[in-house]
């Protein structure tokens, strides 16, 4: 998995960062998450190749995580495309959208489709052999979800010297990588444990921005390998957490060290602050690993 | 007035150059005019106090021209505005953007007002002592208006010299600026041509962009100080210019030529070409004063 910053400030676009946008790519998938306005500059600027975006999941409402939106619609229009996309967002978000190709005659030649959220319980948004994205509903000021990415177990791996020793056909390989047992000629039965070993664990993603202190959260992110949870405030504004909809580090920090993560990403901090690194500072005091995002920084895990 | 460019480009952001948007100095006013995704950074960028924009004039309604204005009106009221700010563009513009205020639960504090357009005649939009701006119909693809910005013949020009030496009150300075004559206490009169000079003559700024080659608006932008004028295409694509919309270099300067503007501005260039030069090359064919427009640049006229 690898996890690009787009964006990870709060509120407004600004000359040197940019409202929230990441981009992930995962069992050969790039899925957008968010898509404030500038996300389109960003994909070029952090040269990922979003023609291959085919997924655009929008957690909430609010222009930050959203306003850039129609803009990247408009533009894979301009570039032609023609495979399809989908938007995963809030009710109304269809709506949005429509309303502004339509008023401006400018209908999509590729499949645009809208699967529009309502519900309050996690739900299943997206699954293929490989990765299932599911809705983290998150506590904030309007209706806002978080999304969790898991990928699926994979196939065991083949152990090429023994299948090899044994002189097995290749045709036989795949069905030994699911984890089937083989017959010889001869009659004897070789047992798939020797031929095989354990596929990688499979790896998962939880990104919940924008959302105030949640505990409920937690059974679904149990032991995630990463988590990017907001940080919009520091201790010195903890007292506006609750009233915005927004957690502190510290508070990111507790949900990860309860949740027993792998990794905590610190973002969405709030414009105020000149110094992000204060806030890992903070969260370090409650859980041991965290990073802290910034535009154009890169995760792998 | 001072007219500077945040995005010349048609189609899409890209990472060194921007969509459609330009803001107008003129008479202490701010004058927004279209506004691109990224025009807020770009208006951070160019040191504009963007506070005082007070008027925004949309063209039309394709994203290359207001795809940053929910944008800017959202970061208005995250920066706590209070002063009214009143949108001009074409009917439906205040359904995209109520729309989307409603859904993010995020109605501004401070007025917001809308003038939707659908006239296909000219008409004048905003009005006070020192500037009137109209509307110049545009032939694109969907409705469209330019905008022209005429300043009023501004109060004649004391001659201080003048004034002294009669030994006239200050108190009558308003009304001789306003052309009236001065009677003495001993009786004499004295005629306001002598102790005023004629004022400054009035400039004047036409804006046309999207539009196909048209002579029906010479009338409307005839001896304007400055025109901008869209040159999406240079010659070798001039078989794109009716079908699309759009105007080459050689067809804005033979409008520039035929209203007999002081000065042209050439903009909104097709992505297609690396070099804007060229441009200038093909308009200075026909007609003699040519600017090229580009991200950043300024006029003053």
């Known amino acids: ?19 929230t946008s990441q981009v992930l790519d995962i069992s ?28 655009i999941f929008i957690s909430h409402l609010h222009g930050d995580h959203y306003f850039g939106l129609i803009g990247l619609i408009s533009t ?13 967002g809030p009710k109304g978000i269809k709506e949005i959208i429509t309303l502004q190709l339509k008023l401006s005659n400018s209908w999509t030649d590729y499949p645009l ?80 444990k020797l031929l095989t070993e354990d596929p990688s ?12 202190y949640d505990e409920e959260k937690i059974n679904l992110i149990k032991g995630v390998t990463a988590l990017y949870h907001e940080s919009t405030f520091l201790e010195s504004h903890k007292h506006l957490c609750h009233i915005t909809g927004h957690s502190s580090a510290e508070e990111a920090a507790l949900i990860a060290k309860k949740a027993e993560v792998g990794f905590l990403i610190l973002g969405h901090y ?6 992000i690194e204060k806030f890992r500072e903070e ?12 535009d154009g920084k890169f995760f792998e895990f």
Not at 4 to 14: F, H, M, N, Q, V
Not at 41 to 55: A, D
């Open 283 to 294: 969260a370090l005091k409650i859980f041991d690993r965290v990073g802290i995002a910034d």
């Open 76 to 88: 894979f229009r301009l570039l032609k495309r023609d495979k399809p996309l989908t938007i995963y």
């Open 201 to 212: 664990p499979p790896k998962s993603y939880a990104y919940c921005s924008d959302t105030r």
């Open 113 to 192: 489709y809208f699967k529009e959220l309502t519900s309050t319980e996690s739900e299943v948004l997206f699954e293929d052999d490989k990765v299932v994205v599911s809705t983290i509903p998150l506590q904030h000021r309007i209706y806002c979800n978080g999304f969790l990415f898991r990928e699926k177990l994979g196939e065991r791996k083949l152990l090429i010297n023994k299948v090899e020793e044994f002189k097995i056909d290749k045709a036989y390989y795949k069905s030994i990588k699911k984890g089937k047992d083989i017959k010889l000629d001869n009659g004897t039965i070789i047992s798939n």
């Open 28 to 55: 050969n998938h790039l899925f957008l998450i968010d898509c404030a306005e500038g996300t389109q500059v960003e994909l070029r600027r952090n040269k990922v190749r979003f023609s291959k975006i085919e997924h």
């Open 270 to 275: 709030s414009t105020r602050y000149d110094n």
């Open 1 to 19: 998995m690898k996890l690009t910053i787009l964006g990870c400030y709060s509120a407004t676009p600004r000359t040197f960062t940019n409202p």
